[in-house]
């Protein structure tokens, strides 16, 4: 069958005809919402009175944001539980996954993908088990800290009472840093363990003749070796622990937790925007988050560009 005059194009515009769609819908779908976004930090804007109700307010929206106790507070929460939960993601992930380098050969890829498992499952369904969890009076958590207070070596070291886990401000935290953790540790094993595939046996083998240690192995072969993939996996913690959403949004049913102890900037923007209707400032303090997530970028491959990373 011949195609019509019209469809028949040269071949040098084929790139640009199989380009075509995923430019559309990248445009659509994410450059006209960036644009948008950034031409709403400069308005003020209540959507249910239609477009026709935006007003020009300069630099209003940032004032506002950067004055709003609110947000600052949003920050701060945001900055904690990114710390908490990604440092000790990388500290338990590097020496886990040497040991599974070490230690599987053939069980290798079951092990990892139970690892990986958290990672690819449904936040709301890791949220409602966590919930469950952290209940005050029938969660295994705190059943276990119940049964270690009666051991006589460690009971002077655990809580008196039961811990009201999703309602106190001080514990709110600790809680979504260990959903947040045990969610993305697997990945991280996942990134160091094809890393550690990729170093050469002759190296550890030389060491080893030479008399090198395990430790010593480790420390002057394998993490120099890792220092890349290590800044890759730092970058995409600090990126993904300053754009927290999910997990504290659930566990705290979108409201932030007791004193607003869980609230973190991601779910400020989202309340700010529709529960308050304020679409104006929530996108300026989106684009002050974004040049917050730029600067700590920035900072992180300085650091490790100076370590050969």
């Avoid at 559309?24 to 003020?44: C, E, K, N, R």
């Avoid at 002077?156 to 811990?163: D, H």
């Avoid at 090198?212 to 002057?220: C, D, E, P």
């Avoid at 070796?225 to 730092?234: A, D, E, Q, T, W």
Wanted: net charge neutral.
């Amino acid at each position: 069958m011949k195609l019509p005059v019209f469809l028949r194009l040269p071949p040098r515009w084929a790139p640009y005809v199989f380009l075509a769609p995923f430019v559309l819908l990248f445009l659509v779908f994410g450059m006209f919402p960036l644009a948008f976004s950034l031409y709403l930090a400069f308005q003020t804007w209540e959507p249910t009175s239609g477009l026709s109700a935006m007003s020009f307010v300069g630099l209003d929206n940032f004032v506002f944001a950067l004055q709003d106790e609110w947000f600052w507070k949003s920050l701060k929460n945001t900055a904690w539980l990114a710390l908490a939960s990604g440092v000790p993601q990388h500290l338990v992930a590097i020496p886990l996954a040497c040991f599974i380098h070490a230690s599987f050969k053939r069980l290798r890829n079951g092990v990892v993908g139970a690892y990986f498992m958290p990672y690819i499952t449904s936040t709301v369904a890791i949220a409602i088990l966590f919930s469950s969890l952290f209940s005050t009076d029938y969660g295994l958590i705190n059943a276990i800290i119940a049964a270690l207070r009666e051991l006589p070596l460690l009971g002077w070291l655990m809580p008196a009472a039961a811990i009201d886990w999703l309602n106190n401000p001080d514990a709110l935290k600790p809680a979504i840093a260990m959903i947040v953790f045990w969610r993305y540790v697997g990945f991280n094993v996942v990134l160091y363990l094809a890393a550690l595939q990729t170093i050469p046996v002759d190296i550890m083998e030389a060491a080893r003749m030479d008399g090198a240690g395990r430790l010593q192995q480790f420390w002057y072969i394998t993490l120099p070796s890792l220092m890349p993939m290590i800044y890759f996996g730092v970058t995409l913690s600090v990126i993904g622990g300053l754009q927290l959403f999910e997990e504290p949004f659930i566990l705290t049913n979108g409201r932030g937790g007791t004193d607003q102890a869980g609230m973190t900037t991601a779910i400020y923007l989202y309340r700010m925007a529709f529960d308050f209707n304020d679409f104006g400032a929530a996108s300026a303090m989106s684009w002050l988050l974004f040049l917050l997530v730029g600067l700590l970028t920035w900072l992180t491959n300085r650091a490790f560009r100076q370590r050969g990373a």
